[in-house]
């Protein structure tokens, strides 16, 4: 049987912060043996990482500990963004989960070449040596990082299995495995087992129809059902409530479906990319994404609003896949892009989780990006909120069951 806690601390001293959070999460986890512990940690820990690991193994006794630096951190308690502090400034902040009753296995990955298609395959090699890994939770920094190609490699290696992470932040940046410290590599854990429940908040609401692109180059979206790119953008545009007020503190994207036979299309059919650049001569739009001739693109709207909504519509998603389980545990990889700077309130994003699915064990960082499957498939996503979510042994309670 799983059982999990979590614990989050915030101190100038940060070996003082993660010893009293790993205290409090092995206590409230209560197992008889420790599987794996999660550490996040703001970057002011740097010089003592090494201290870290020692601390986290002497408090916790876990079999596998593994984490990363992070601009910010979070448990089901509170989120801590170093960039807005609150009363807190000039403190370091650390999170801490602690899990037993899972079959787990830690890797690093320290490439020379980047974190590309070569450590993707080293790494997918030792998350399948012991049998294969249901799902992996991956931290890699961003330095070198080239997404795709090492969830390409990933896959080559390991076959099919769940990729969810998301990526070291702050500065300076490093990775924690275990006895080891690094930078440039790529930490994670593999589990073996029933696969957790996932929801991915991408933060934005469908705007205008979806059409399907005729005319395109690499990145660059010429025409979209014979029209040019930028005059279906700008009718999207057009068609929501006040359009000049909420672009004006909006984000415009693209979302590529995942499956164009899926009929209607709705949130969570769509991988969401980056708007980054606009030809008004040829009336053509550039994503960060190659497209092609027959994707179906519909274009995109985030603001706090639109985040709300859709980070709602996932937790639905969650609260049907737990199909009336309570959760044992929870690790949440959130955007440094959202927060109090989107949402302008602290706490936002656990708070909504907690309401939904009720009180349990929640650990994670906000990142520099984050990692999850759409559509049955692995992807790099930004600006989005990953929750990982696994299923206990009993039912939910009322309140997790309630919306």
Same mark, same amino acid.
């Given at each position: ?5 979590s614990?989050?601390a ?10 009293? &959070?790993?205290?409090?999460a092995?206590e409230?986890?209560?197992a008889d043996? /420790?599987d794996l ?5 703001t970057?002011? *820990?740097?010089?003592q990482a +090494?201290?870290?690991?020692l601390?986290? &193994?002497r408090?916790?006794? /876990?079999?596998?500990i593994?984490?990363?630096?992070a601009?910010?951190v979070l ?9 807005n502090p609150?009363g +807190?400034?000039g403190?370091?902040?650390a999170? &801490?989960?602690?899990?037993g009753?899972l079959?787990v296995a830690?890797?690093l990955i320290?490439p ?5 298609g070569a450590a ?12 294969? &890994?249901?799902s992996?939770?991956v931290?890699?920094?961003? /330095?070198?990082?080239?997404?795709? !190609?090492?969830l ?16 070291a ?12 410290v690094a930078?440039? $590599?790529v930490? $994670? ?8 429940v996932?929801?991915v ?9 979806? =059409? ?6 690499g990145?660059v979206?010429?025409e979209?059902?014979?029209r040019?790119a930028?005059?279906?953008? !700008?009718?999207a545009?057009?068609?929501i ?8 503190? $909006?984000?415009?994207?693209?979302g590529?479906a995942?499956d164009p036979a899926?009929?209607?299309l709705g ?10 650049g ?5 009336g053509a739009?550039?994503?960060?994404q ?9 274009f +995109?709207?985030r603001d706090?609003?639109? $985040?709300?909504?859709?980070?709602d ?5 969650v609260?049907a ?7 044992a545990f929870?690790?949440?990889?959130n955007?440094?892009?959202?927060g109090?700077?989107? =949402?302008?309130?602290?706490?936002h ?6 309401a939904?699915?009720g009180?349990f064990?929640?650990?994670?960082? =906000?990142g520099n990006?984050?990692?999850a ?5 692995n992807f790099?996503h930004t600006?989005t909120?990953v929750?990982?979510? =696994? ?11 309630? *919306?």
């Amino acid at each position: 049987m799983i059982a999990a806690g979590s614990g989050l601390a915030l101190d100038r001293d940060p070996v003082r912060a993660l010893g009293e &959070a790993c205290v409090a999460a092995r206590e409230r986890c209560g197992a008889d043996r /420790a599987d794996l512990c999660l550490v996040f940690v703001t970057p002011e *820990a740097a010089p003592q990482a +090494h201290e870290l690991l020692l601390v986290a &193994a002497r408090a916790t006794g /876990a079999a596998a500990i593994v984490g990363c630096s992070a601009a910010g951190v979070l448990t089901e308690r509170m989120e801590f963004e170093s960039w807005n502090p609150g009363g +807190h400034a000039g403190q370091a902040a650390a999170a &801490a989960l602690v899990v037993g009753g899972l079959d787990v296995a830690a890797q690093l990955i320290e490439p020379q070449g980047g974190l590309a298609g070569a450590a993707g395959t080293a790494l997918g090699a030792r998350l399948a040596e012991d049998g294969p &890994a249901t799902s992996a939770l991956v931290m890699p920094d961003p /330095a070198g990082l080239r997404p795709p !190609e090492l969830l390409q490699g990933i896959a080559e290696a390991a076959g099919s299995l769940s990729v969810l992470g998301g990526v070291a932040s702050g500065g300076p940046l490093f990775e924690l495995c275990n006895a080891a410290v690094a930078s440039g $590599a790529v930490a $994670a854990v593999g589990l073996r087992g029933p696969a957790p429940v996932v929801g991915v908040a991408q933060g934005c609401e469908p705007i205008g129809e979806p =059409f399907v692109i005729t005319r395109a180059q690499g990145q660059v979206v010429v025409e979209i059902a014979g029209r040019s790119a930028l005059a279906v953008l !700008e009718e999207a545009v057009q068609g929501i409530d006040a359009p000049a007020e909420r672009i004006q503190a $909006a984000g415009l994207f693209a979302g590529l479906a995942i499956d164009p036979a899926k009929s209607p299309l709705g949130r969570g059919d769509f991988l969401i990319r980056a708007l980054v650049g606009a030809d008004r001569e040829a009336g053509a739009l550039a994503l960060a994404q190659d497209v092609r001739v027959g994707q179906t693109i519909q274009f +995109h709207l985030r603001d706090g609003a639109a $985040a709300r909504a859709d980070l709602d519509a996932t937790l639905e998603r969650v609260a049907a896949g737990l199909a009336g389980r309570a959760p044992a545990f929870g690790v949440y990889f959130n955007c440094a892009g959202r927060g109090q700077g989107l =949402f302008g309130v602290a706490d936002h994003d656990i708070g909504r989780i907690r309401a939904r699915l009720g009180d349990f064990p929640l650990c994670g960082f =906000f990142g520099n990006g984050e990692f999850a499957p759409v559509g049955g498939r692995n992807f790099f996503h930004t600006y989005t909120g990953v929750l990982v979510v =696994f299923p206990g042994s009993g039912p939910a309670t009322e309140a997790q069951r309630g *919306a």
